[in-house]
């Protein structure tokens, strides 16, 4: 993995380990606060039975009652809590590392991505229904880049489930699409990638292709071997989107220290390719 990575996960890490911390004394709290609860309950239920009067029998068997029913619901509730923290351990890892990121990205948790955004890049130009949760942004070399978790459903299937990305462009740029369809209706050119399921489109082939050079063609076919995921692109007017196959949420709960390392690195990857790509395409324009 790049250098620039390991610090930036180094940083992240010790963020974690902080909150995991934080999260043990608190399990400790809990469990601690449980056994008194449970202690009194034994002690409260010996009582009732060594107990000679019919009254003092009561009082006790009620009393552990009415202290297994609070601690049925306070158990319910911080055990509730403990899970909720534990799962926050991925927002929490995204949100540090996007800060440290080159240039210094933001991680919105509650922020979804407009649906106009993806209306404008035409992956689905009709749909149902669109889900995000969170959205990695910020701006490179006076590009704006945005990536997010996304669900995109019509009504009767689901048409898209990955990570979808935007950056801008500072020049316009005729409608180029880069799919894994191979598409006999559409009117536009049609150039297929030799040795690729990818299939570039566009009104004139010729015009594209001193875009969409070799060169950018064989960046974007390594990178979706190095990242182990299907990508689609499309350019047009100021705008490149991106969308890779992914089925995994990007608020996905992180389990141990390399699961949390690979799901870091592939949202910094992609923001590292996506930056450079955009460098290549502007610097084709001028």
Not at 10 to 23: A, P, V
Not at 102 to 124: A, L, Q, R
Not at 141 to 147: D, E, F, K, T, V
């Amino acid at each position: 993995m790049e250098k620039e990575f390991e610090k930036i996960y180094e940083w992240t890490k010790e963020r974690i380990t902080r909150e995991k911390e934080s999260l043990n004394e608190f399990k400790k709290d809990v469990r601690q606060s449980e056994a008194l609860l449970i202690g009194i309950i034994i002690i409260c239920i010996i009582i009732s039975f060594i107990a000679e009067a019919t009254m003092a029998k009561y009082i006790f068997i009620t009393v552990a009652t009415m202290m297994f029913v609070f601690c049925s619901f306070y158990a319910f509730k911080y055990e509730r809590q403990i899970i909720d923290k534990q799962n926050k351990f991925s927002e929490i890892a995204l949100s540090e590392f996007a800060t440290h990121v080159k240039d210094g990205f933001t991680y919105e948790e509650n922020e979804e991505i407009s649906g106009t955004y993806y209306i404008k890049s035409g992956f689905n130009r009709q749909y149902k229904e669109l889900k995000s949760k969170g959205i990695i942004s910020g701006t490179r070399g006076n590009h704006s880049i945005s990536l997010s978790n996304i669900i995109v459903r019509s009504e009767t299937k689901e048409l898209f489930k990955g990570i979808f990305v935007y950056g801008t462009l500072n020049k316009d740029i005729k409608e180029i699409d880069l799919m894994r369809v191979n598409s006999k209706n559409n009117k536009k050119e049609k150039y297929a990638i030799d040795g690729e399921d990818l299939y570039m489109y566009a009104e004139k082939i010729e015009v594209a292709r001193k875009i969409l050079t070799d060169e950018l063609i064989n960046d974007i076919i390594n990178f979706e071997k190095k990242i182990k995921l299907n990508l689609e692109l499309m350019m047009n007017k100021k705008y490149i989107f991106f969308r890779f196959f992914d089925n995994e949420i990007i608020t996905e709960p992180i389990t141990n220290e390399k699961q949390t390392k690979e799901y870091l690195f592939k949202y910094y990857s992609i923001i590292e390719f996506i930056s450079n790509f955009i460098e290549k395409i502007e610097a084709k324009e001028e």
